[in-house]
């Protein structure tokens, strides 16, 4: 008699690729981040070199209202997240009354983020308008050279994300089926914005607090 023996089957492999807009997305704010770690290794020379001058020209800063212009941008962040949760469930607008948040869509949580942003670059805008006036400039001193660029780089980063949220919103009114590309679209800027925010509490704290 011939015995056979059983060859045991291989165990079934399956490979899920990441997404690729996504990894490049991450890649892309890597090199943001190396950039803004540029901006802080220059605050900080500046200041160990000049820590006189940053001692008085520092009390011009108005705390208490960029403190407010910052839970601004915070409060941002989270209506960009429950935008993006509405765009994973494929909703791009809102089901029912504008006063229900509950039933809110992409367009609506991304339209109030996009508000709200804007809000913050306003206060940035008033602040360095109060600066200016209380005399101090990018010229008068390396504490204003160093606040302005730092601070100044960041709001223009808020401006590119603000126009992608436009980009987003006008995507999701012009497809005719709101599928995972305009989704995925939303999770991208959705990664920027979070980014944009982290980097300017670091900002905050090191200027507004860091003593």
């Known amino acids: 008699m011939s015995s056979t023996t059983a060859v045991p089957s291989a165990p079934s492999v ?115 308008a109060e600066l200016v006036h209380a005399g101090l400039t990018i010229s008068s001193s390396p504490y204003g050279s160093v606040f302005y660029i730092t601070t100044g780089f960041h709001a223009l980063h808020v401006v590119g994300g603000l126009i992608a949220f436009l980009f987003v919103i006008g995507r999701s009114f012009a497809a005719s089926k709101f599928g995972h590309l305009e989704a995925t679209s939303a999770v991208v800027v959705s990664y920027y914005w979070h980014f944009v925010d982290v980097v300017w509490l670091a900002l905050f704290f090191i200027i507004y607090f860091l003593r």
């Open 14 to 128: 399956s490979v899920t690729r990441p997404n690729a807009v996504s990894v490049g997305t991450i890649v892309w704010l890597s090199s943001e981040l190396m950039f803004f770690a540029g901006l802080f290794a220059m605050y900080f020379t500046h200041r160990t070199v000049s820590s006189e001058i940053w001692a008085s020209e520092s009390a011009h800063l108005a705390v208490p209202f960029a403190l407010v212009n910052t839970a601004v941008l915070v409060a941002s962040s989270i209506t960009c997240q429950m935008g993006v949760f509405a765009a994973e469930r494929f909703q791009p607008r809102r089901t029912g009354s504008l006063l229900d948040v509950r039933r809110w869509g992409l367009q609506e949580w991304f339209t109030l983020t996009y508000i709200m942003g804007a809000v913050f670059v306003a206060g940035q805008v008033f602040e360095y």
